[in-house]
């Protein structure tokens, strides 16, 4: 493995892990404000992305398709919030996987009646499509290189807006004490609508985004939510600190894992044996470091101790 | 006496009557995907089958179709239902290998007839061969050995291969292995549903090869090509159809355009039942039709051939008239080899622009009255 490639592969890990961050944030907010858990998230992610490819579709701006996506994301949001979500807060665990599993079903073929069932064309902007030469020689896609910046002023506007506004101060008080913030007078429905819609801006950004380089698709949220809650499980629930860096050491430890495992079992074994070994085993990486940081730290990285 | 007579003789008649009603009804099982990432294939399967049985106005063929979400538990409870309950006579539809490896065997052990619209692991062609199991679409080896001879032809010395790490992926590199006569760059397996491929892009790019071979079907291609696209790696991309299929290609947008790819059908073949198939399928659905509903069409013609020859009762009788595949197939010429698998041509494609549409055109066989390697594994 030259310097070059494991640099791009480290890039790529960076991106890989900037997107799930998106996702991890929402999820980690509500389920640290609310207790909440939201099978529901990767919906929201499919939300985004069908929303920004209808509207690039139709006026080819792709700065609008996001704007799009942020809104039609934060609009189901408040909206699941609303009609569904807010019955769910004094339940347990249990009934709110139950009813946020129903949500993706609805989700899901709500789409699928809106938008059939064949993948939609969402393409990244013209300013931004092919490679880029960064110092050293290396071609990365500009696409690409934007996610990561995108991922990361997000994250440091999330670190803003948690630490230094009264809305952030409002969320880390709903976090400890739900009571006690309720009787001082706050709004707290109107606090759990906000964060959730929130939350769901950014999982619908996320989609957006990476819509452009993937499939937009039914179903295409079901396996992102997976990899958040190892992000928020790893990370420590109800920390944004945590959701970004458990997100980053996940899309690391997947992406430099799956280029490293096979080249290490090709010194001990053949080729295609170590080729297939190499892929299952890489695929196991994540699950294995989350099972780790569980042993280690059972609250995870940066979560409260319980 | 009598009036006992006379009852035992209405009986009878009824009897006679509802034996009459059964005799050449066949109830067909479809379990296919409809529903989560790779329902496209599966509905294309389904309208195509479907449109074959509405031409051809048979009331005798019943077909009851569920949704196994790709899962392959949900698709062996499927078809324990149909079999159990449903007590369907033939069973069809499955598009993903894994899944036709945990339906098939069980299904063919019980004398049910499955007729595959799609998935041909290598297993079910050799040494797992049975003769109530016929694939209608190709061996999964046959359109990657079909790709591996174009790059002979083109002249690749170098080729970057991958594809999923599944049945039908690791048929797909053994495929292209097998006929293709130069080096490897590369071979890599990816996660089944993997939708980024920036890591393995790198890979190609840090390597020297003069090509790149993949297998990645349904929304995995349409992530990879755009992908590839926008990488800036110049390579020549060689494929089969499953990554340039009709259903997909308008989401892959101009990344696609130009690749070459190996099919055992088009829109394009000029015979009359190909020409006939094309034009109703867009007249009932309103699009395109891709190479999936092509091949649940003529499942449903072969089905019907059977069904027209013999009754599905006798069943050596009806897999005999299976085994004849007096249909006409919209691939043309149409046989079964020995152990159930077609014996066709294949084609390369290329893709091109129909005005706004992105589509395919034959510009060359690739392989002639192709078979596959396993009939001498199996006994048949």
Known sequence: ?306 | MKLKSFVAAVCMGLIGTAALAEEGKVKVGMITTLSGGGAGLGIDVRDGFLLATKMAGNDNLEVVVEDDQRKPDIAVQLADKMIQSEKVDVLTGIIWSNLAMAVVPAATAQGKFYLSPNAGPSALAGKGCHPNYFNVAWQNDNLHEAAGGYANDAGFKKTFILAPNYPAGQDALTGYKRVYEGELAGELFTKLGQKDYAAELAQVRASDADSVFFFLPGGMGISFLKQYADSGIDLPVVGPAFSFDQGILQAVGDAALGVKNTSQWNKDIDNAANAAFVEAFQADYGRLPSLYASQGYDTANLLLSAMAKADVSDADAFRAALEAAEFDSVRGDFEFAANHHPVQDIYVREVIKEGDVFTNKIIGTALSDHSNVYVDECKL
């Open chain 1, 1 to 306: 493995m030259t310097f070059i490639l494991l640099i791009e592969q480290v890039l790529n890990g960076l991106q890989f892990g900037v997107m799930l961050f998106l996702m991890a944030a929402g999820l980690t907010l509500v389920f640290g404000v609310m207790g909440l858990i939201n099978l529901a998230h990767g919906s929201l992610y499919m939300v985004g992305a069908f929303a920004a490819a209808a509207v690039a579709g139709a006026t080819g701006s792709f700065l609008l398709a996001l704007a799009a996506a942020l809104a039609a994301a934060a609009a189901a949001g408040a909206l699941m919030e609303l009609l569904v979500i807010r019955r769910l807060y004094n339940r347990d665990h249990l009934d709110q996987v139950l009813a946020t599993f129903a949500l993706i079903l609805i989700f899901s073929e709500g789409t699928r009646w809106l938008f059939g069932s064949f993948p939609l064309y969402l393409d990244i902007p013209d300013a931004l499509s092919g490679p880029v030469t960064l110092p050293g020689g290396i071609a990365y896609p500009a696409y690409r290189l934007a996610i990561i910046a995108i991922g990361l002023v997000i994250a440091a506007g999330l670190f803003w807006l948690i630490a230094r506004t009264r809305l952030g101060i409002r969320i880390r008080a709903g976090e400890s004490d739900r009571e006690m913030i309720a009787a001082l007078g706050v709004d707290i429905s109107k606090l759990y609508t906000i964060v959730f819609a929130l939350g769901a801006a950014l999982a619908g950004l996320a989609g957006a985004l990476v819509g452009a380089i993937q499939s937009v698709q039914v179903g295409m949220g079901e396996p992102v939510l997976i990899l958040a809650f190892v992000v928020i499980v790893i990370g420590g629930i109800g920390s944004i600190k945590g959701a970004l860096i458990g997100a980053i050491l996940v899309g690391l430890t997947d992406t430099l894992g799956g280029i490293a495992l096979p080249a290490v079992l090709r010194l001990v074994t053949d080729n295609a044996t170590a080729t297939s070994t190499g892929a299952a085993l890489s695929s196991m990486l994540i699950y294995i470091l989350m099972a780790g940081v569980l042993i280690w730290r059972p609250q995870g990285l940066f979560g409260a101790q319980a």
